[in-house]
Each structure stands twice: as structure tokens, then as C-alpha cells.
């Protein structure tokens, strides 16, 4: 892995660029933008090499490595092989031929959590989950032909689109009408007219929120580019953490009871009304439910081997501590 001296300071610059402003304000979650150029400093950190030596050393299986063309998926037969190795253990890898055949053929891979696999990608993910006070993750996308990969379709999350190699075309359509629950992404259709048509170029960078329909295509392969999830809270979430925090609410607790007394369900339903009423009106709810989220972050940590004495803040803090 070939990277530049100051590779930590330009992810932190590029994470400033693209935030800066009325971003988070104006922007975030609410609609797309283009930041020309803004990935140039930090195109080193993942590149052709990096991909080669992911697919050639991890075991890898869909869902996690996907091939994907117009849509449909490839079976993994078609690019995996399985052999009895030696004590008889069966063992399943890539098949180099069948799967250089197969992106020759147009198909497109995906890789799922790509930053947990590259350690670069992984301080990437860091410096945004700082700003933004919440999970990041990176998904990569690799293609040759100007074949889609997954046809138009809508994410239920925001996305940062990281072109890092080639060209390519994005036509950006309206948000959907459907629900934003992962299940629905394949639901509803596209808009005929689409609200932007570009074409993103290494270094480039765009930004897209949950729920707008969007198609890339590659423009000039072969294409690599990143994409950084960021998940939606929602008022599910909110509900079933406030439920968390009243599991052992005597209001909650009462039993249903489907016989005797007909009031006595209606009662037990009046009190849960009343507790979960008084429950949303305080005025520290919120507060508490982002604080709780931040805390309960799956995080990121230094293990220091061969160092085995007691972690330091700084190496296992939570969301927002610096990472060394």
C-alpha cells in the first residue's frame, strides 16, 4: 500500500472540506451535492493493488462480495471454487479465471465493509463518524463496461460517493414515495425526468440522501469508487430504546388479560397510554436517547500490540475521542 507522507492530515482536511460550510445544515439529508475534486489529496489511500490484495488473501462470500450486472446477481459458483484441501477441509475462494470472465463480461463487483479489511479505509470511516457523530461504513464498487450493476434503485441511507479511478455516470432521480425500511429499496419506480445527470471523475466527490433514486453506469473503465454508508436514526429507533428504558415500568408490566373483567384489558391500555405519554413530554428525551446512541457505538480501537497493559481512553473511548 502505497500512501503519501501526510495521508492522516489530508483525510482530515478532505473530511473538512466536504462538511464545511452549511453542509450539515443545509445538505445533510436533505439533498445532493458535487464536491469537484475534493478526494484528490487522498486518492493514494486505496487504489488497484489494494483490491488485488484484498481479493487474493481474505475469504470473502456474498453478501459481503457481490457480482452484479443489470440488476441481477451472479451466482457464486459462477466465480468461486471449492476444493478438499489437505486433512480433508473444504475450502472456498475466488476462481481468478472465472471471475476475470465475468467483470470482462460487464458484471460489477461489490464489497461490502471494505474498511474493516484496509486499514486506511478504517481511519477514513473514523474521521467522519467525529464529525458527524455516528456510524460510518465503506462499501466498494469496481467495473469495466458501461454496464449497470444494480439497475436504478434508492439506499435507506446517505451515501458519500468516492470516485477513485475512471469515470462515471450518475443520473439522479427524486426521492421514492415508498417506506424507507431497507426491505422496500427494490419498491416503487423511478420518476421519468431525472434532476441531475453527472458524471463523477477521480477525485470527485458526491453526496446523496437517503431514499433518492439513482442510477451509475461506468463512463470510462475500469471504474473504482467508494461509498460511505451512514445510517438514519429514526423515530423506530427512539421507540424502541424508550421501550428499553420501560421494560420494568409497572404500567408496561401489567398483564393482559383476555377473560374475565372486558374493562380489565382497557384499563391496562389506558396506563400504558399514560405512561408512554408522560414518557415522550420530557423534555430531556431526546438528550438522553443521543446520548444513549453515542455510547452504544460499536466504535474503533488501537490494540498497541505487543503492548498488553491497561487501553488508554484515547485508544478505546467512545464516538468523538481522538484516535491516535
Known sequence: MEHTKDLPGAMDDFVSTVMADDFLSQVYHREHRVFPGAAEKIRALFGWDDLNEILETHHLRSPQLRLSRDGK????AAYMEARIARRGRRRVRIDPVRLRAALHAGHTIALR????????????????ERRLLSDFEFNLYASWTPTGGFNAHWDDHDVFAIQLQGRKRWRIFGRNEFSMHPRDSAMGTPPAEAVDDLVLSPGDVLFLPRGYWHDPVTEEGPSLHITGSIPCTTGLDLVRW???????????????????????????????????????????LLKRFFAAR?????????????????????????????GR
Open 113 to 128: 465493509y471494505v474498511d474493516e479489511m484496509h486499514p486506511g479505509l478504517s481511519r477514513l470511516s473514523e474521521a467522519f
Open 294 to 322: 453515542d455510547g452504544a457505538r460499536f466504535g474503533r480501537f488501537r490494540l498497541g500490540l505487543p503492548d498488553v497493559g491497561p487501553a488508554s481512553p484515547v485508544e478505546s473511548g467512545p464516538l468523538g475521542a481522538p
Open 242 to 284: 424508550l421501550l428499553d428504558q420501560l421494560r420494568e415500568d409497572e404500567a408496561l408490566c401489567a398483564e393482559l388479560l383476555r377473560v374475565g373483567d372486558p374493562e380489565g384489558p382497557q384499563e391496562v391500555l389506558r396506563k400504558v397510554r399514560e405512561r408512554l405519554n408522560r414518557a415522550f413530554a420530557e423534555e430531556d
Open 73 to 76: 446477481q451472479l451466482p457464486e
